[in-house]
């Protein structure tokens, strides 16, 4: 069945340094959806990306959709303490609506 | 800005012994999922509900779970009889465009129920 796969799974970093998070699945996704959940929080929508290359920017966050719509990215420009969370990705299963979400990366910033 | 509601918040049980939760999705939302979340991992879909019709309950493990929407508008979950297994957060969430729209829909989460089995 379909998997989503998200690298790395842990990530410290320093205050003002950049994050990456990667997700990758193992078919063609319709679209994918970034989640961020605070410690102790539940997930909340951050954005959705529907088209091939497709690349969003939300302030100091850019997400990308592969050209292949196979993987996707998420990037954090100078990290802020208030970053810190999990980010999960998650597509459509291919056989209809039902979201996989990916292991989640979780971010520690250092002040 | 409405939110989805989840009670209760927090449940300790025995093993053996049965458990509900209850959720409240945001007003004129059509679609409510229940999710499990185990530590360190992601949200796993237990069942999804369009209206009061169960569209997706594959992943449900119905010899102990079971889930209502009654009236296509509040939702209960029930484990019984619950296993250590089952310590987990439970999260729903609902989302206002039909759960069938290739997946396209914002999901909005409640608060969860952390659930630990003694």
């Known amino acids: 069945g379909q998997q989503v796969m998200q690298i790395p799974q842990y990530q410290h970093v320093q205050e003002g340094e950049d994050f990456t998070t990667y997700c990758n699945s193992s078919t063609t996704l319709s679209n994918i959806q970034w989640y961020k959940q605070r410690p102790g929080g539940h997930p909340v929508f951050l954005i959705q990306l529907v088209k091939s290359g497709e690349v969003k920017k939300q302030k100091r966050l850019t997400f990308q959709f592969g050209e292949a719509k196979k993987n996707s990215s998420l990037h954090i420009t100078a990290t802020q303490t208030t970053d810190v969370g999990t980010y999960f990705c998650?597509?459509?299963?291919?056989?209809?609506?039902?979201?996989?979400f990916g292991e989640g990366t979780q971010l520690t910033v250092n002040p | 800005e409405a939110e989805v509601a989840q009670s209760p918040r927090y449940k300790i049980t025995e093993k053996s012994q049965a458990v509900a939760f209850w959720c409240d999705p945001i007003s004129g939302h059509a679609t409510l999922y229940w999710y499990r979340q185990i530590l360190g991992q992601g949200p796993e879909l237990l069942v999804q509900f369009q209206d009061e019709s169960v569209v997706d309950d594959s992943q449900l493990p119905k010899d102990r779970f079971s889930a209502e929407r009654l009236k296509g508008v509040d939702s209960t979950l029930k484990i019984q009889p619950a296993e250590l297994g089952d310590s987990a957060m439970y999260l729903c969430a609902s989302s206002f465009l039909p759960g069938l729209a290739g997946g396209r829909e914002t999901q909005y989460f409640g608060p969860g129920t952390r659930l630990l089995v003694l």
């Open positions: 998650a597509g459509p299963r291919s056989s209809g609506s039902r979201l996989t």
